[in-house]
């Protein structure tokens, strides 16, 4: 159980086109689901906090209108790179928080290549 | 969230134990000690988390000192499969902040 997915897993787009990535929660609701961005070599950085039917909060640094995150409903969240750019290019990775035994769970991440 | 330290590297030989160490020397008495691992270009994966128990589940155990402190994560068996990066995490169910954990090395 507590099985996040993540689609899609790679994806390579233009510079200057948007691009959405979904997270959903296949087997739980997630009222609270979590972005993050890593960079090669790098730790996981936190973006966004993502809670069904309000706005995401957003970590300090992070352009909220750049990356547009939507979750409209207890099992799925978005989030959208809009105007992408090469220094976009990165590993997205969604989490949620689901039952307690399992703490959180993560989905296997997109790879996005901006060109 | 607390902040951890964490060995940047560590090696062990496949069969025998790993222990993972970290310091959360000011973690406060709501958070909770987590660790995950993440293999190369892959999600973190849950392995265990606790409040001030000890822990055990199929995957590994978890030591946490009595001041809370300090914990030590136990890989009872390691295998290849168990190489990856090592996160530790003192936090609560709000968000996770995760540092730059231990890149544990599994070596025949």
């Known amino acids: 159980g507590a099985v996040v997915s993540q689609h899609p897993s790679w994806v390579i787009c233009k510079s200057g086109t948007s691009v959405k990535i979904e997270c959903r929660s296949l087997?739980?609701?997630?009222?609270?689901m979590f972005w993050y961005r890593q960079f090669p070599k790098q730790s996981l950085m936190l973006m966004a906090t993502s809670n069904e039917g309000s706005k995401a909060t957003y970590e300090q640094g992070v352009e909220k209108d750049k990356f547009l995150i939507n979750h409209a409903s207890l099992t799925l969240s978005t989030l959208t790179v809009t105007s992408a750019h090469p220094e976009d290019s990165s590993f997205y990775i969604c989490s949620a928080s689901g039952r307690a035994s399992y703490g959180y769970t993560f989905g296997s991440g997109t790879r996005l290549t901006v060109v | 969230d607390a902040k951890t330290t964490q060995p940047t590297s560590m090696d062990c030989a496949e069969g025998r134990a790993a222990n993972l160490p970290c310091n959360h020397s000011t973690i406060s008495g709501n958070e909770y000690v987590y660790w995950y691992r993440q293999i190369h270009s892959q999600g973190p994966q849950y392995i265990i988390h606790g409040l001030k128990n000890n822990e055990t589940n199929e995957m590994a155990s978890l030591i946490i000192t009595e001041d809370r402190k300090s914990s030590t994560l136990i890989l009872p068996h390691a295998t290849l499969r168990d190489t990856a990066v090592y996160y530790c995490?003192?936090?609560?169910?709000?968000?996770?902040?995760f540092g730059t954990g231990t890149r544990l090395q599994v070596t025949l």
């Open positions: 087997d739980f609701q997630a009222t609270t």
């Open positions: 995490i003192a936090g609560t169910a709000s968000k996770l902040t």
